[in-house]
Structure formats: structure tokens, C-alpha cells
């Protein structure tokens, strides 16, 4: 698994006290580990500091809420391990 | 300060948008009823209060680097250490700077000093307390809500310019 999900898997596993073995690629952050939303402010936090990006997460929520995305987009981690290499790519270029 | 209206905070002494600093002054009332409860005979201000200062200063300097934009409503802190007693009639100084500006939120480390000229020499210059601070940030809940906050916010010296340009 990729670089970005390991880091992000132990970024969930310090912030939020869950075992590192339960966090998998294919867990949803909020249906699978449980993590409300301000917890998940703790995680974009550290996800923002760690890749130098900041994550819009207001333009996703108001993509769910649109019906426009899922949150199976943004929340399953692996999605997000690869919106995070996307933001990442973006700003490098 | 004036305790019984939730103000913590007296006056925006700077507010430096590229530093994404804000220092601010607050001076302890000399009587509160709060003093008579917290605690009889022993007048101290509050952790809370002290916490809520902070958190003051901190909306306000988000506030500023969101041009009124939208409302910081205090979420989470972290690490807050409350190192010093502050008793009645202390002169103090809350700092704040914008630690991360995030997508719906701000992360902002801010800390409250006795200020140099106070009274009691003890406590010059020394470091009262420290946290770090994070806000949801929102839209205003209404145009009325927005008024309120810039009629305060002309009361605190935040320069309103800014207020203008949201």
C-alpha cells in the first residue's frame, strides 16, 4: 500500500487512539473507525501540516450533500490517500 | 474586561495580517461577583475565563484574516497549561497567531502574559497560561449576527476596514 495511506493510517491510529491493524485501505473513516467530525478536524490538521496541502473539505461536503460525490470518494482511505497525492502533485506543478 | 457580558477582551493593541498575530490587551476587573464564588476570601480569575480570553483573541485575529467572512466558533483545545494565578485588577496581554488555516477550520497557539507594567512585580512579563486553539469556521449565522459582531468589533479598535472588504 502506498506511502500516503501509511502515513495517514498512523495519523488516525495517534489522533484518534484506534489500533494501527484495525485502520485498513479499505475502511470508511466515519462508517468503519467510528471518527466524528471533530476528530476528523484533529486528522485534516495533521494531514494539512504533514503534506503541505490543505484539503478542502468544505467543497467535498457540499459535494455529498449535493449528491455530486459520495462519501465513499473522500472517506475510504484509500480515496483519500489518492486525493492527498493529487493535491500534493498540484501544488508541485 | 467585563466578566458578566462574556467580553474577556478590552483592546485590539495590533493585528498583523502578514504575521497572522494579534496582540490584545485585557484588564482584570478590580470586583466581580465571580470573585465572590471563586473563591470566597481568595479572589482568582478563573481558568475558563482565562481559556475564553484566549479564545477571544484568537476568533478576532481569524476574524481579521477572513476579512469578516465567516465566524470562528471554538471546537477543541489542546496543551492549555494555566501556569500562574491572575487576581483581581491584573493588566494582561493575550497573544494569538494563526497556527493553520484549513478548509472549514483554524488551528491558532495563543497565550496570555502579565504585562510588564503591572503591579506586581512577581508577575512582569511572566507567562500566565498557553493553548492551542481550534475553530470551525462558518458562514455568519445571519446578517444580523454579522452586524453585532462588527458594531463589537469597532469597540475592541479592530480596524474595520477590514470589515468592508468581507
Not at chain 1, 42 to 64: C, N, R
Not at chain 2, 10 to 29: F, G, K, N, S, Y
Not at chain 2, 34 to 55: C, D, K, R, S, T
Amino acid at each position: 500500500m502506498s506511502a500516503t495511506f501509511e502515513t495517514v493510517a498512523n495519523i488516525i491510529s495517534e489522533t484518534c487512539d484506534i489500533p494501527r491493524d484495525k485502520i485498513k485501505p479499505e475502511s470508511h473513516a466515519i462508517n468503519d473507525l467510528g471518527i466524528d467530525s471533530l476528530d476528523f478536524l484533529d486528522i485534516a490538521f495533521a494531514i494539512d501540516k504533514t503534506f503541505g496541502i490543505k484539503m478542502p473539505l468544505e467543497q467535498w461536503t457540499q459535494e455529498v450533500n449535493e449528491g455530486r460525490a459520495t462519501t465513499d470518494q473522500y472517506f475510504v482511505l484509500k480515496n483519500l490517500s489518492t486525493r492527498i497525492d493529487e493535491l500534493v502533485a498540484a501544488k508541485k506543478a | 474586561m467585563q466578566i458578566e457580558y462574556f467580553r474577556l477582551i478590552d483592546r485590539i493593541i495590533a493585528l498583523d495580517l502578514a504575521a497572522r498575530t494579534i496582540q490584545v490587551e485585557a484588564i482584570v476587573p478590580a470586583e466581580s461577583t465571580i470573585f465572590e464564588g471563586h473563591f470566597p476570601g481568595h479572589p482568582l480569575m478563573p481558568g475558563v475565563l482565562l481559556q475564553e480570553a484566549m479564545n477571544q483573541a484568537s476568533g478576532w485575529l481569524i476574524i481579521g484574516i477572513t476579512k469578516f467572512t465567516c465566524m470562528p466558533f471554538f471546537a477543541a483545545v489542546k496543551e492549555a497549561k494555566f501556569r500562574s494565578f491572575v487576581t483581581p485588577g491584573m493588566a494582561l496581554t493575550v497573544n494569538a497567531t494563526l497556527e493553520h488555516e484549513g478548509s472549514g477550520y483554524a488551528v491558532t497557539r495563543a497565550e496570555i502574559r502579565a504585562r510588564a507594567q503591572d503591579r506586581n512585580q512577581d508577575n512582569q512579563d511572566k507567562l500566565i497560561c498557553n493553548a492551542e486553539i481550534t475553530f470551525r469556521l462558518v458562514p455568519f449565522p445571519s446578517p444580523h449576527f454579522r452586524e453585532n459582531m462588527e458594531k463589537f468589533a469597532a469597540t475592541i479598535s479592530f480596524p474595520m476596514e477590514l470589515a468592508a472588504n468581507g
